[in-house]
């Protein structure tokens, strides 16, 4: 469950964070009790953090991490704008990025995924042999799971999964303002956006999936580190028999079609120095060898009914804003099995429209692993599910990325179903100063009823402030006066916190605010150029392996084995670039978002920061 802090500024809201870590641990009230109160029982301001565990042991340790600012794993800190909601983007993914038990703790946890989930199994039990859930939830190593790898199976439960964690959003409050799909995450992104009714979307999802799996298992796929002209000057040799299947950046495509041919472009590829990675996969996909299914897709495709769409699409079969109804045209889902999946494109074209938070839908982060090396300006992109986090823990966490960068989450939804309680905890951390010289300092707090109040006027909910300060009776002349003083009072509320919050700035004689306590500082630039030697050598190991502790979500003080590859330490495509951004801020080094590919153990990494800071 999330504890959610907001204040005027960042003192404000370490001292908050200092105050309710002394207040858990001693004789505190229920961990989801001190959750919701915190949900709907204060204002909202732009400095945030949100907290994610389930007792109050585990909220403690992570309040006094953020109370001395030691920027421990645990704590999702930021700021935004004032009444600013930033532009977002939902990336939903494609095949490929399914997993054994994909979606169960949520199934067992969320109510509303259950619920959604629920609905879309429903709706595709008619074209699957046996119930989705048995497949998609069943444990690791078993024939059930082994099914989810099957693209008849593959398909239809990401559809089923993304619309579920699409419904689990809307739910909260995340509204998108554009909705972009790799593959067969467009037909997710189709649905949603209301172009395809359930029914619909459900068949034609089914049946892409079901006439591709009935394809013979030949073929092959190949993700290459090059650009797609270079790509395609390649492939020239070979006859139409392989294709470029998705351009997924400047630098990154994936070839797709005949064994032997993709085996002789690899080799091409090699002599040439680029390298290339061979995918896992059952069929060649969004290549010449999907031709035999195109017809009969186009038949069952004929019969669906389209609608024009209530959110913006991005199209990745054209790379672009679909400004009119290109979905909506039959035509459009037959060639998209064929078509290259111009992903990166698609990317450009939503940031021209001012995207400014990318959210991804789907089992794993795999969309936002690819972004960066598009969108290297771009905020990191935050995904809903992550393979390596429990799946309850991993979506909250995505919410509070969402919210601590200004979008409007409505977390007293995500309490709902636990019928918790109001209670008492501390105030509001007022930034407060003295104007006597000599006089002692204070730091005086509201009673619980007062701060109720006024924290109540902060939230601006009309409905909310007439119903609980409201009288008795429910008279409707009472109400509808405390309506009306709710603009009046919450002005000068906002007045009286920026002038204590600001120290009294503007004043003739301001007071003498008390300076806050240093908490332990993080090492920067500067301060490893000043080494030397030995000294830089251990500062630069000492940093390489925090930092990997920070990505993969360990605990402080977790060390590795410097010699071992990045990936079999568990790294993914997200956690990489992760860690990648920390060492830009930590070293003031332009650093490729390719890092753990191009320097393949922390030692080689460790050796190239150390060259470069010399």
């Given at each position: 469950?999330?504890?959610?802090?907001?204040?005027?500024?960042?003192?404000?809201?370490?001292?908050?964070?200092?105050?309710?870590?002394?207040?858990?641990?001693?004789?505190?009230?229920?961990?989801?009790?001190?959750?919701?109160?915190?949900?709907?029982?204060?204002?909202?301001?732009?400095?945030?953090?949100?907290?994610?565990?389930?007792?109050?042991?585990?909220?403690?340790?992570?309040?006094?991490?953020?109370?001395?600012?030691?920027?421990?794993?645990?704590?999702?800190?930021?700021?935004?704008?004032?009444?600013?909601?930033?532009?977002t983007g939902f990336l939903f993914t494609g095949q490929g990025s399914q997993?054994?038990?994909?979606?169960?703790?949520?199934?067992?946890?969320?109510?509303?995924?259950?619920?959604?989930?629920?609905?879309?199994?429903?709706?595709?039990?008619?074209?699957?042999?046996?119930?989705?859930?048995?497949?998609?939830?069943?444990?690791?190593?078993?024939?059930?799971?082994?099914?989810?790898?099957?693209?008849?199976?593959?398909?239809?439960?990401?559809?089923?999964?993304?619309?579920?964690?699409?419904?689990?959003?809307?739910?909260?409050?995340?509204?998108?303002?554009?909705?972009?799909?790799?593959?067969?995450?467009?037909?997710?992104?189709?649905?949603?956006?209301?172009?395809?009714?359930?029914?619909?979307?459900?068949?034609?999802?089914?049946?892409?999936?079901?006439?591709?799996?009935?394809?013979?298992?030949?073929?092959?796929?190949?993700?290459?580190?090059?650009?797609?002209?270079?790509?395609?000057?390649?492939?020239?040799?070979?006859?139409?028999?392989?294709?470029?299947?998705?351009?997924?950046?400047?630098?990154?495509?994936?070839?797709?079609?005949?064994?032997?041919?993709?085996?002789?472009?690899?080799?091409?590829?090699?002599?040439?120095?680029?390298?290339?990675?061979?995918?896992?996969?059952?069929?060649?996909?969004?290549?010449?060898?999907?031709?035999p299914m195109r017809q009969e897709f186009a038949a069952i495709v004929r019969?669906?009914?389209?609608?024009?769409?209530?959110?913006?699409?991005?199209?990745?079969?054209?790379?672009?804003?679909?400004?009119?109804a290109a979905m909506s045209d039959p035509a459009y889902w037959v060639d998209?099995?064929?078509?290259?999946?111009?992903?990166?494109?698609?990317?450009?074209?939503?940031?021209?429209?001012?995207?400014?938070?990318?959210?991804?839908?789907?089992?794993?982060?795999?969309?936002?692993?690819?972004?960066?090396?598009?969108?290297?300006?771009?905020?990191?992109?935050?995904?809903?599910?992550?393979?390596?986090?429990?799946?309850?823990?991993?979506?909250?966490?995505?919410?509070?990325?969402?919210?601590?960068?200004?979008?409007?989450?409505?977390?007293?939804?995500?309490?709902?179903?636990?019928?918790?309680?109001?209670?008492?905890?501390?105030?509001?951390?007022?930034?407060?100063?003295?104007?006597?010289?000599?006089?002692?300092?204070?730091?005086?707090?509201?009673?619980?009823?007062?701060?109720?109040?006024?924290?109540?006027?902060?939230?601006?909910?009309?409905?909310?402030?007439?119903?609980?300060?409201?009288?008795?009776?429910?008279?409707?002349?009472?109400?509808?006066?405390?309506?009306?003083?709710?603009?009046?009072?919450?002005?000068?509320?906002?007045?009286?916190?920026?002038?204590?919050?600001?120290?009294?700035?503007?004043?003739?004689?301001?007071?003498?605010?008390?300076?806050?306590?240093?908490?332990?500082?993080?090492?920067?630039?500067?301060?490893?150029?000043?080494?030397?030697?030995?000294?830089?050598?251990?500062?630069?190991?000492?940093?390489?392996?925090?930092?990997?502790?920070?990505?993969?979500?360990?605990?402080?003080?977790?060390?590795?084995?410097?010699?071992?590859?990045?990936?079999?330490?568990?790294?993914?495509?997200?956690?990489?670039?992760?860690?990648?951004?920390?060492?830009?801020?930590?070293?003031?080094?332009?650093?490729?978002?390719?890092?753990?590919?191009?320097?393949?153990?922390?030692?080689?990494?460790?050796?190239?920061?150390?060259?470069?800071?010399?």
């Open positions: 469950m999330p504890l959610v802090l907001t204040a005027k500024d960042a003192q404000a809201l370490s001292d908050q964070a200092g105050a309710l870590a002394e207040h858990l641990a001693g004789e505190a009230p229920e961990a989801v009790d001190v959750g919701h109160t915190l949900a709907v029982g204060r204002a909202r301001f732009d400095h945030r953090a949100v907290i994610i565990g389930r007792e109050n042991g585990q909220f403690v340790d992570s309040l006094a991490a953020l109370a001395r600012k030691s920027g421990a794993p645990g704590p999702v800190t930021g700021s935004c704008r004032a009444g600013h909601t930033p532009v997993r054994p038990g994909m979606g169960a703790r949520l199934y067992a946890e969320h109510p509303v995924f259950a619920e959604a989930f629920d609905e879309v199994a429903d709706a595709l039990g008619e074209h699957l042999e046996r119930p989705l859930g048995e497949v998609m939830f069943a444990g690791p190593d078993t024939p059930e799971a082994e099914l989810l790898n099957e693209t008849a199976w593959s398909q239809p439960a990401l559809f089923a999964l993304e619309v579920a964690l699409f419904r689990c959003a809307e739910d909260a409050g995340l509204r998108p303002d554009h909705l972009l799909g790799h593959s067969v995450g467009e037909i997710a992104a189709a649905h949603v956006a209301g172009v395809l009714d359930l029914p619909d979307a459900c068949r034609l999802v089914a049946a892409r999936g079901r006439l591709m799996g009935r394809l013979p298992e030949r073929g092959a796929m190949l993700a290459v580190r090059a650009g797609e002209d270079e790509a395609r000057a390649v492939l020239t040799a070979h006859g139409g028999l392989v294709d470029v299947a998705a351009v997924n950046g400047p630098a990154s495509v994936v070839i797709s079609g005949a064994e032997d041919a993709v085996r002789e472009a690899a080799k091409a590829f090699a002599d040439a120095g680029v390298s290339t990675r061979r995918l896992t996969v059952s069929h060649a996909f969004h290549s010449p060898l999907m031709e019969d669906l009914s389209f609608h024009p769409a209530r959110i913006p699409l991005v199209s990745t079969v054209t790379g672009d804003v679909v400004r009119d998209q099995v064929r078509s290259t999946v111009r992903f990166a494109d698609a990317l450009r074209a939503a940031d021209r429209e001012g995207v400014e938070l990318w959210w991804e839908i789907g089992p794993d982060a795999v969309l936002s692993g690819m972004l960066p090396d598009v969108l290297p300006q771009a905020a990191p992109p935050v995904p809903a599910q992550r393979r390596d986090r429990p799946e309850p823990e991993a979506l909250l966490t995505a919410f509070a990325h969402a919210y601590v960068r200004g979008a409007p989450v409505r977390w007293e939804r995500l309490f709902a179903h636990r019928e918790p309680r109001r209670v008492e905890l501390p105030t509001y951390a007022f930034q407060r100063g003295h104007y006597w010289l000599g006089a002692a300092r204070r730091t005086a707090a509201l009673p619980e009823p007062a701060a109720a109040f006024w924290d109540a006027v902060g939230s601006m909910d009309a409905d909310r402030f007439a119903e609980e300060f409201g009288a008795t009776g429910g008279d409707p002349a009472e109400s509808a006066a405390l309506r009306a003083a709710l603009p009046v009072l919450a002005r000068w509320r906002e007045r009286a916190l920026a002038t204590v919050g600001d120290g009294g700035a503007g004043r003739t004689a301001g007071p003498a605010v008390e300076e806050p306590e240093a908490g332990p500082q993080e090492s920067g630039p500067e301060d490893l150029r000043a080494l030397s030697g030995d000294a830089l050598e251990a500062a630069v190991t000492e940093l390489v392996q925090a930092e990997m502790a920070l990505a993969l979500g360990h605990p402080e003080g977790r060390t590795f084995d410097m010699e071992q590859e990045f990936m079999d330490l568990g790294f993914t495509s997200l956690a990489a670039v992760e860690m990648r951004n920390r060492l830009v801020a930590r070293t003031g080094l332009e650093l490729p978002v390719s890092l753990v590919f191009d320097f393949l153990t922390p030692a080689e990494l460790a050796e190239h920061l150390r060259s470069r800071l010399t």
